[in-house]
Structure formats: structure tokens, C-alpha cells
């Protein structure tokens, strides 16, 4: 299974930038698909996650701003983020997992950084 992400980029704080996560396989296979972050000298952290029947659920820090979906027919997941802070600056992860428990696949990331 491969997980490859695209969009990231440097904006501008308050700007926005959509991520994308295209599968290659169908995503229906997947319990679970979810997007995990990790900074510069910090530990990787759950972002967004969103479940086969549509559930989503977010980090604390990015609610009201980030919004993750699924394209079923795209093979695709989507991360739409808003409001954009400095402190979202990371590399951001794309992860699917099968069934609950540890993910097991993971994409290589994007780099997103937020600055003036």
C-alpha cells in the first residue's frame, strides 16, 4: 500500500492550504485513515482522523480551523486547513490502518510552513 501526500507549502499566517492523501488502493479497505503531524524536535501528533463510515475527530488545537474528508471514488483524503498559525508548521503524515489499533501504513509527509 502506498500513501503519498501533496500540497504542502509555505503560507502566509492566517492563509490556508488543502492537503491530499491518495491511496493506491480503494480506501473502503481502510477501518481508518488519519493525519498526524510532527515538528522540528517534537513528537509526532494526531491531527485528524476520519473512519470508514465518514466519523471524523480532531486535536483539540486544530479544531474550528481544520477539516479532514474522503473521496471514496478518488481513493483520496483530504485535509482542508484554515487560519493557518506558525505553530502548525510541521511535516504532516498521512497513516491508514485496517482495523483499530497501531496504523499500519504511512505516507513519507509534506512540509507545511507557516511564516511571514
Known amino acids: 500500500v502506498q500513501l503519498v501526500e501533496s500540497g504542502g507549502g509555505l503560507v502566509q499566517p492566517g492563509g490556508s492550504l488543502t492537503l491530499s492523501c491518495a491511496a493506491s488502493e480503494n480506501i473502503f479497505n481502510f477501518n481508518e485513515m488519519g493525519w498526524y503531524r510532527q515538528a522540528p524536535g517534537e513528537q509526532r501528533e494526531l491531527v485528524a482522523t476520519?473512519?470508514?463510515?465518514?466519523?471524523?475527530n480532531y486535536a483539540d488545537s486544530v479544531k474550528g480551523r481544520f477539516s479532514i474528508s474522503r473521496d471514496n471514488a478518488e481513493n483520496t483524503v483530504y485535509l482542508q486547513m484554515n487560519s493557518l498559525k506558525p505553530e502548525d508548521t510541521a511535516v504532516y503524515y498521512c497513516?491508514?490502518?485496517?482495523?483499530?489499533?497501531?496504523?499500519?501504513?504511512w505516507g513519507r509527509g509534506t512540509q507545511v510552513t507557516v511564516s511571514s
Open positions: 476520519i473512519n470508514v463510515g465518514g466519523r471524523t
Open positions: 497513516a491508514a490502518r485496517r482495523v483499530t489499533g497501531n496504523y499500519d501504513y
